[in-house]
DNA sequence: CAAGCGTGGGG
DNA sequence: TCCCCAAGCTT
């Protein structure tokens, strides 16, 4: 670790984030920041939580449909399950929807519709960790809070050359973007650390000759800023197997079952299949099953070989229910991808 | 505390 | 094509 000139480091990048802030629908555009108007915290809040492992681009419409179909957290806390986990859909990490609407509810009922306003009192919320309670304290509240995410441990892993592998160094990683968080505009001082990491201090092929931070920059001056932060190889993701089972009625309902709270996809609407153990497993209802082809999907620890079955028919399924105002829109993308191949194989 | 948990885009 | 990985949280 080599030792920087905090304070220059952090009004420089201050500097460069008013010149450069990119717009967001959740974020306040400089003519109102320079009135003085805070974001409101219930758009900091979800933005944030969409924005967990999340690409900003990923995130904007999904933002924009929430608002626009929930505009106050008392309304997201009167909202449907369903309603939520199907707006949700495509968006991935299922758990935060479950825990968003917990959290909304919590709010409403917990804290009179307002967000806490302390790092600790935000910590206490479902689906809200350090980093979420620190953005949103900062962001909404201006409180002086360490934001630590992703970017912010790769700028300051090459800001200061720290040589420690994550995810050993994130203590001192935490230590020294303290040291860079200004008393002054902490949240725009996250919110420009985390622009920098996506814009300019990139994972790979950084952009270092238009750095803000240019001349400060250990990592830099040691022409290792690509190499930084260091990671611990990853382990290689096994391939599974499994089968699905698409049955339409002729009435044009489909067959489907929510599945279970907890783990992979828990809480979304799924096809009835087997477990993706390679075992497969007796078709929910007897009909005449046809062969839809395979379908390929890459989750955050197995890749998945998908058996897609379909068929017309009725009768009395023992897994799952018919229904009616089915839209394939409220799938995972691993379902809606078997349903796009069923009714592709249908129309044929 | 290591493991489980999605998805789409970029190199 | 494949690998990397992104504004993390929970158990």
């Not at 993701?237 to 009435?251: A, E, N, S, T």
């Not at 497993?281 to 379908?295: I, L, M």
Request: glycine content about 10%.
């Amino acid at each position: 670790m080599r030792e920087i000139d905090c304070e220059v480091a952090g009004a420089r990048l201050l500097r460069w984030y008013d010149a450069h802030a990119r717009a967001m629908p959740w974020r306040v555009g400089p003519a109102d920041r320079a009135v003085g108007v805070r974001p409101d915290p219930y758009h900091v809040w979800l933005s944030e939580v969409m924005l967990q492992q999340t690409t900003v681009a990923a995130v904007r419409d999904y933002f924009r449909r929430f608002l626009a179909r929930w505009p106050r957290v008392e309304d997201l806390a009167a909202a449907e399950d369903a309603a939520v986990m199907g707006e949700w859909a495509g968006l991935g990490y299922y758990a935060r929807a479950r825990n968003l609407l917990a959290c909304a509810r919590a709010v409403v009922r917990d804290h009179g519709g307002q967000f806490p306003k302390t790092v600790e009192g935000l910590r206490a919320l479902p689906g809200v960790g350090p980093y979420t309670a620190a953005a949103v304290a900062s962001i909404a509240f201006d409180a002086p809070a360490v934001v630590v995410d992703g970017n912010v441990e790769r700028v300051c892993a090459r800001l200061f050359a720290v040589q420690t592998p994550l995810p050993a160094a994130k203590p001192e990683l935490v230590r020294l973007a303290g040291l860079l968080t200004p008393d002054l505009r902490p949240g725009d001082h996250a919110q420009a650390m985390m622009d920098l990491g996506a814009t300019i201090c990139t994972p790979r092929n950084p952009t270092c000759g238009i750095c803000p931070l240019l001349g400060l920059c250990a990592g830099q001056a040691a022409g290792a800023a690509a190499e930084l932060p260091r990671k611990l190889a990853k382990p290689v993701k096994p391939v599974r197997q499994g089968v699905v089972w698409v049955l339409q009625r002729p009435d044009g309902a489909v067959l489907v079952e929510r599945r279970p709270e907890r783990g992979l996809l828990g809480g979304m609407l799924g096809f009835p299949g087997d477990a993706w153990d390679g075992g497969g497993g007796p078709a929910p209802v007897s009909a005449n099953w046809t062969d839809a082809g395979e379908v390929r999907h890459t989750f955050t620890h197995f890749h998945l070989q998908l058996r897609v079955m379909v068929a017309t028919g009725a009768g009395n399924p023992e897994r799952g229910g018919f229904m009616a105002d089915f839209r394939p829109d409220d799938l995972p993308t691993v379902m809606r991808k078997a349903w796009d191949a069923a009714t592709l194989r249908a129309v044929e």
